[in-house]
């Protein structure tokens, strides 16, 4: 067996909830045949204390940025606590940076993806977001910004980085990346336990 992966995904006051817990879904259904887990999913928040997510969701992080373990792949969700609070708040910002510089994987879901803009990671590269925000994203300098899509991997010999549109694109997004580290069986067999049309 496969050494298992941890997942580690952002968690911030007014992050949209699919946005995380639709990748946290993915990624916890996704076994072998021996129902043996491929991925250990945690959150992590600036500080371990309880988060209130879009609407009201009340969510308490596993980890904080001082206590968290290694992580391999780094899922970075959206919402209005991204794109206006986060998107300025530079503890948040850096430690995208020195995660993703160490991780296997970098995912961003929906308005996340204006976080890795404002890290610098997009440059030189192509993503997509929130069609509500693809000009906001398009403002940040050399990102080829593409719309009308699920996701983009815009992986290359520096970094795997995939962005994906709104919300529940992240489901899909979180699919392909399963897709990506294991292979299209897993993928599949995951989707079809969501009740997923990955199309």
Known sequence: MTSIRTVGILLFNEVEVLDFAGPFEVFSLAENDSSDKHFDVITIAEHQAPISARNGLTVIPDYSFDNHPTIDVLVIPGGYGAEKIEINNPVVIDWIISQAKITELTLSVCTGALLLAKAGLLAGKSATTHWMDLDN???YPNIEVIANTR???????????????GISAGIHASLYCVKKLLDSQTMQ???RRMEFDIG
């Open 137 to 139: 994203l398009a403002s």
């Open 151 to 165: 996701f983009v991997d815009a992986s290359d010999e520096t970094a795997k980085l995939v962005t994906s549109a």
């Open 189 to 191: 067999t995951t989707a």
